[in-house]
Nanobody
Framework: QVQLTESGGGLVQAGGSLQLACAAS????????MGWYRQAPGQKRDLVAV???????TYKDVVKGRFTISREITGNRVTVEMNNLKPEETADYFC?????????WGRGNLVTVPS
């Protein structure tokens, strides 16, 4: 069973930075896609950043230039560096991973950016 373990998150002031990390384990197949979605209260879960095999990176438009997703060369682990965070980005951030799409999910990490 594929498990995704998230770390990072917490409280950060507006304009500050935070890093999230996610490690996948227990997969019988290569993990070729990993990334994050986020969900604010009362909102649907929405793309933040995704890494795919071939070092293909996809970002939500509003985070481009501020967020950077990276995949470690060894191990199924990705990080996302989030800079210049805004209050409207307060949400639960969920790590996803899978062989070609984000099929498996972590429990989520809360990121709070007070206004």
């Amino acid at each position: 069973q594929v498990q995704l373990t998230e770390s990072g998150g917490g409280l950060v002031q507006a304009g500050g930075s935070l890093q999230l990390a996610c490690a996948a384990s227990g997969s019988p197949f290569p993990i070729n896609a990993m990334g994050w979605y986020r969900q604010a209260p009362g909102q649907k879960r929405d793309l933040v950043a995704v890494w795919r095999s071939g070092d293909i990176k996809t970002y939500k438009d509003v985070v481009k230039g501020r967020f950077t997703i990276s995949r470690e060369i060894t191990g199924n682990r990705v990080t996302v560096e989030m800079n210049n965070l805004k209050p409207e980005e307060t949400a639960d951030y969920f790590c996803g991973g899978g062989q070609s799409e984000l099929e498996y999910w972590g429990r989520g990490n809360l990121v709070t950016v007070p206004s």
